[in-house]
């Protein structure tokens, strides 16, 4: 499927057919895509958590409980979750773990270059550190990157997503103790095959008109 078509028929799913799983090799593919995805002075300020079982699945399910019950079905019944979490800072030490991947990865023809890139990702970290004082923000926005290439790919590959802000954050941290692991829940995404009786797959695309959200120069 070409990225336009895939565009025009991506949608939001509202509830998933049980019955048909996204197969092994294509949910690989969406997770090296997501993998792959860029980030601000390559921060990648993320962390994934997956969802394959109907156990796991049960875990995540518990942060659309209550004020978000109407979301539990998205979790439920879908294939696959992945909850994508921000990190809660940045330090020293994770920006040279992020120096350390990147000289192993063949990055840096030399010392100075991998000085001069640490100077410049240091830079726009202290930024939003000190001036903007939004750093978490901030990442959150790279995590959002992800997500989009994580929907973007799934709908290429012709699976279905549903993007849920509508979570409770502070049930998941505690239930993936991801404040001691100086993260905290963002987003979650579901993938699937919707089921024949989501009405959303029914309905035309709707968009404003590109006369109103383009400009030429």
Not at 61 to 77: C, D, L, R, S, W
Request: proline letters at 3%.
């Amino acid at each position: 499927m070409d990225i336009v078509s895939a565009a025009k028929r991506r949608y939001t799913a509202k509830i998933y057919d049980t019955d048909r799983p996204v197969a092994d090799d294509v949910m690989h593919q969406i997770l090296e895509a997501l993998h792959l995805s860029p980030s601000s002075v390559n921060s990648q300020p993320w962390h994934f958590i997956v969802a394959t079982t109907a156990e796991a699945k049960a875990r995540m399910a518990k942060g659309t409980h209550g004020e978000y019950a109407f979301n539990e079905p998205k979790v439920t019944t879908a294939s696959h979750v992945v909850l994508f979490c921000v990190r809660t800072g940045v330090d020293a030490g994770y920006e040279d773990l992020l120096l350390s991947q990147e000289q192993r990865d063949g990055r840096y023809s030399d010392e100075e270059a991998k000085r001069n890139w640490a100077a410049g990702r240091s830079y726009f970290i202290d930024l939003h550190r000190y001036q903007g004082r939004d750093v978490v923000h901030w990442m959150e926005k790279q995590v959002y990157l992800a997500l989009g290439v994580a929907m973007t790919t799934a709908a290429v590959l012709g699976v279905d997503t549903t993007p849920l802000e509508g979570i409770d954050t502070k049930v998941l941290d505690q239930e993936f103790g991801l404040h001691e692991k100086g993260l905290t829940a963002s987003v979650m995404l579901s993938f699937g095959h919707h089921a024949q009786g989501d009405f959303n797959a029914k309905l035309p695309k709707s968009r404003l008109k590109k006369e109103q959200v383009f400009t030429y120069l």
